[in-house]
């Protein structure tokens, strides 16, 4: 596995130990599927994907959409807002964002959302 898969693989591993904390109730897709079955925490490539900040060295930004609840009939904020804590609490990387929730959709139904997006540098050829 390259530079890029490691980082995905971590931050799965990461979010995979909440997972094992709240028995099994929340699953990890360490890459993109089309569907979903919340609340999930699921891997996908920030864009930008990749700064360079040096010769061979790029910021890469991998983001988590944290994925609550279908928004109807309920909204599931709360949801929403105990996985994005126990996600910061999880991830290791000091350059972390979170963009406020919004409606996500995926195999024709609507979810609330948020994303999560990890700032790690890598290296990358040379």
Do not use: K
Not at 71 to 97: F, K, R
């Amino acid at each position: 596995m390259g530079a890029l898969g490691d980082l995905r693989a971590s931050v799965a591993g990461m979010l995979g130990q909440i997972a094992e904390v709240v028995a099994g109730a929340w699953t990890v897709h360490p890459n993109v599927v089309d569907a979903i079955s919340p609340p999930a925490f699921m891997l996908v490539w920030a864009d930008p994907w990749l700064a360079r900040t040096a010769v061979c060295t790029y910021d890469a930004r991998l983001s988590l959409l944290a994925v609550s609840a279908r928004i109807e009939p309920d909204p599931g904020i709360e949801i929403l807002e105990s996985m994005v804590e126990a996600a910061l609490g999880a991830i290791t990387d000091p350059a972390v964002e979170v963009l406020a929730p919004f409606g996500f959709e995926l195999g024709g139904l609507r979810y609330q959302a948020a994303r999560i997006t990890v700032h790690r540098p890598i290296t990358l050829g040379g």
